[in-house]
């Protein structure tokens, strides 16, 4: 089947590469030129564990190809798949009408009954704005097949997923889709469009709401004596809970993909005026508890101006080079105003944004900490989990140790002379 996969950012790229590995003639289209012309020579926009393999293989095979110009791309396919990653501001807005916008300018260009299939993260009700506002001679399928990207390992979510979300407008293009998906996954939920895009809405909501409450119970531990972790523990072995449950107590909600949802949801209340006031609070709590690092900080460092501070991990999550709307760099650049002095490290990352340019990018996490008055682990990679604590902390200035989501080996808290703290720990000594 040729499919047109148009938006090649994270969600984009790992499609098309997909695709074209199931055996899909591919074409990926974005207007960013300079983007195509890095996806053609085989260079993904973003890291992703065996995705630059998997491009570099669908163009050797022939099976995938790359496009700037939409007439040629768009030419012949059953599928336009609608993979632009919507755009969100600080505070978690997206801005809905850059992706309407772009998929209203190719409409005219696709063959008849072509399936207009969107994946982006759009309000509900997108799918039959854009139906109905297509008033050309010939007709189009619109569907929703919510997106389930996953940083770090989205080759493996996509080759292998659970189940697979779409929601049709039209039984006519049930078909097509069903051979889309055929080499990838039988387990197909269908349904309408509109439920389809309210159980993306609906799915980010209960994982933003899970985050949050987690950290909330995480505060009353730390106040109790109680442990978060073996609270979070007693709660996964729940079986009307589970053990992948969102409930480990760490760092807020980051990246804005969920709390984009949270937003979707509360202008729909507002919309229809009705009321929800638990999906109200989670944006203004997970807010609060952004500053839970910087609290420990000042706690630890009443004078920040000239306190040299480490913070190991930059990206809002492993497994990414994504620096967008990352809690790590809102911390370094918060510390910067205060005139610490940071020094950073992080696997992926190779060069920093502006905002934080004035921090030290260090080669090893060993080499950040080193002469340090404060460590801060802010993304859990796995590098950090089997690090040599001991030897870490001879080189510090004072061994002040703020490890919100407990990535440090278990015996870390322990060691001689350290000052400890983790979201909900029993004890922050």
């Not at 999550?317 to 620096?323: E, F, I, N, Q, V």
């Not at 690090?387 to 015996?411: F, S, W, Y």
């Amino acid at each position: 089947m040729k499919v047109c996969v148009y938006g090649l950012w994270h969600l984009g790229s790992v499609t098309a590469a997909c695709l074209a590995e199931a055996g899909h003639e591919v074409r990926g289209l974005d207007p960013d030129a300079g983007r195509v012309e890095a996806l053609r020579a085989g260079r993904p926009p973003v890291e992703e564990p065996g995705l630059a393999t998997l491009i570099d293989a669908g163009l050797r095979q022939g099976g995938l190809s790359f496009f700037a110009e939409a007439a040629a791309a768009v030419a012949g396919c059953a599928v336009l798949w609608i993979t632009f990653d919507t755009p969100v501001d600080d505070d978690d807005e997206a801005d809905v009408q850059y992706v309407i916008d772009r998929v209203r300018q190719i409409l005219p260009l696709l063959d008849e009954n072509t399936v207009v299939l969107v994946s982006s993260q759009l309000p509900v009700g997108s799918c039959t704005q854009l139906a109905q506002a297509w008033d050309g001679p010939r007709r189009l399928g619109f569907a929703c097949s919510p997106e389930n990207l996953r940083l770090g390992g989205a080759l493996q979510a996509f080759r292998n997923p659970e189940r697979v979300v779409i929601g049709l407008r039209d039984e006519r293009d049930r078909a097509t889709l069903a051979a889309l998906f055929a080499p990838i996954t039988t387990r197909i939920l269908w349904m309408s469009a509109e439920s389809a895009e309210m159980s993306k809405h609906a799915l980010n909501a209960f994982l933003a709401t899970s985050a949050t409450f987690a950290n909330e119970i995480a505060v009353l531990c730390e106040k109790s004596g109680a442990d978060a972790k073996d609270v979070e523990r007693a709660l996964k072995s729940e079986p009307r809970i589970g053990p992948r449950a969102y409930l480990a107590p760490g760092v807020a909600i980051a990246g804005g993909t969920l709390l984009r949802d949270i937003g979707f949801l509360g202008r729909l209340a507002a919309q229809s005026s009705s009321t929800t006031p638990l999906l109200a609070a989670v944006r203004p709590s997970n807010l609060h508890h952004r500053s839970w690092p910087r609290r420990r900080l000042e706690q630890v460092l009443p004078e920040l101006a000239g306190s040299a501070v480490a913070v190991w991990g930059l990206t809002y999550k492993p497994g990414t080079d994504t620096l967008r709307r990352s809690g790590a760099v809102e911390l370094c650049r918060w510390l910067l105003e205060r005139g610490a002095l940071v020094r950073a490290y992080d696997p992926a990352v190779r060069e920093l944004p502006q905002e934080i340019s004035q921090v030290r990018l260090c080669a090893t996490p060993e080499d950040a900490a080193r002469g340090a008055d404060a460590l801060v682990v802010m993304t859990a990679w796995p590098r950090f989990t089997a690090i040599a604590m001991e030897g870490v902390l001879q080189t510090m200035k004072t061994p002040n140790v703020i490890d919100p989501a407990r990535v440090l080996p278990p015996t870390t808290a322990a060691l001689d002379g350290i000052r400890y703290f983790a979201v909900g720990a029993a004890q922050a000594r």
